[in-house]
């Protein structure tokens, strides 16, 4: 059971990383071959793939039978996991930097990660010979780390290097999301701050295997599962990692899907108010053509605007005060108060202009309630009023202000309402 959840963890991770370096290596063509961070970007990512495909147990198994050496999966796959750690450091340097500057540091990593990578081999050797005769497919090294000083330098190189490179590039990309969000581009930023989170996932790794082997020094044995299972925690950088790769070119299309679905609910709820216009107002509607969402949004709060701007010499602010008190009363306060109040305005006023009914004498028209503006802002609010139109507390005010006016609400103006 225990063989099978480390397979299942790291080979579940291993398509992933295979289908990134698949998507990366199509803009390394596009791109002519020659962008230095994109070489870097997809050395990491085939680290990381050879890296989680040799983890597990029955690979290492495979790689055994194939070659012959005990145990040989363990230099194979902590020197890919170096290499990653290089790699993925490289990369954000070269992005982040001009050449040459980029470069003077690429170097000293190309020229380190190389030198562990030698070393870590050179040490699984050494021990070779001693350790040989008990195959641990999950735990050779907190195994023998122990009692080998040469795996205790294996591992203390190891953890060294993937501890500076994974820090480093966390450091490294979150600094540089910082400054691009200053410049205003929040996608990159975004993508800039998911790369800081990969490296997260393997550095928890090794410093929980330091931690282990520190006890294991010490004389304690009750951590050494954990130990064990610690490398399957950086298999979880996978989900990140695709994020940040996938972010740049499918995040603004994201965006775009969720404005256009913001707009198509804001239309909708517009669209009861839009009927009323063009049954009792014809002359404020426009054409209805078929157009993008965002246009129709845009040319119905045209529409409602000029609809408030002929109904203007009927506004009766007796309506307003009524419904005023009513929405007090029924505890509406804010934005949906005065929703409520140029709602029955608006009611009112299309009744009159109806019925060609003046508004009494002296009784002045209030000044319009949804200013241009904002579009958001604008479009919001005439989302409340069409809200409010059809309430209670609207037709309350209206029958009653008409009532007084013995003008009763009509039955062509309920026509126009539904």
């Known amino acids: 059971m225990k063989l099978t959840l480390f397979n299942a963890s790291y080979l579940a991770t291993a398509p992933v990383w295979a289908a990134i370096l698949a998507f990366k290596m199509r803009d390394l063509r596009r791109k002519g071959w020659t962008t230095p961070a994109l070489w870097a970007l997809c050395l990491s990512v085939l680290a990381a793939t050879l890296s989680s495909i040799s983890a597990a147990p029955a690979n290492n198994t495979l790689l055994h039978q194939l070659t012959g050496i005990v145990h040989f999966a363990v230099p194979w796959c902590y020197s890919w996991a170096t290499l990653y750690a290089g790699s ?9 930097y001009p050449p040459a500057r980029a470069w003077r540091s690429v170097r000293w990593i190309i020229l380190g990660y190389s030198t562990t990578i030698v070393t870590l081999i050179a040490l699984f050797v050494a021990s070779y010979d001693t350790t040989r005769a008990d195959e641990r497919l999950t735990d050779w090294d907190i195994h023998y780390a122990t009692t080998h000083p040469t795996v205790s330098a294996f591992m203390l190189a190891y953890i060294t290097a993937m501890t500076v490179g994974t820090t480093a590039q966390a450091y490294q990309c979150w600094s540089a ?6 410049t205003g581009r929040v996608w990159t930023a975004r993508t800039l701050r998911w790369f800081a989170i990969v490296p997260l996932w393997p550095l928890a ?4 295997k330091f931690v282990v082997l520190i006890t294991l020094w010490c004389g304690t044995t009750h951590l050494a599962p954990i130990g064990a299972a610690a490398p399957a925690i950086s298999v979880l950088g996978s989900i990140p990692m695709a994020i940040a790769i996938l972010l740049p070119s499918w995040g603004p299309r994201l965006a775009r899907l969720r404005d256009s679905i913001v707009a198509w609910r804001r239309y909708h709820q517009l669209r009861p ?6 049954q009792t107002h014809p002359t404020s509607a426009l054409p209805d053509r078929r157009q993008d969402v965002h246009r129709r949004l845009h040319r119905a709060v045209v529409e409602l605007n000029d609809w408030q701007l002929a109904l203007a010499p009927h506004r009766d602010s007796r309506v307003g005060r009524r419904a005023e008190r009513l929405a007090c009363e029924a505890g509406l306060t804010g934005a949906a108060l005065t929703a409520t109040i140029t709602a029955a305005q608006l009611k009112a006023a299309a009744h009159y202009q109806h019925h060609d009914h003046p508004v009494g004498e002296d009784i002045p028209a209030d000044e319009d309630q949804v200013r241009d503006g904002d579009p958001a802002e604008e479009q919001a609010a005439w989302a409340r009023v069409a809200r409010a139109y059809h309430s209670r507390i609207v037709d309350r005010a209206v029958a009653s202000v008409l009532t007084e006016t013995a003008a009763p609400l009509t039955a062509g103006h309920g ?4």
């Open 88 to 96: 993925t450091l490289a990369t954000v340097l070269l992005w982040r």
């Open 177 to 182: 999301s910082r400054a691009v969000r200053a």
């Open 205 to 208: 790794s090794v410093l929980v």
């Open 273 to 278: 108010l839009l009927n009323v216009v063009r």
């Open 415 to 418: 026509d126009a309402a539904g």
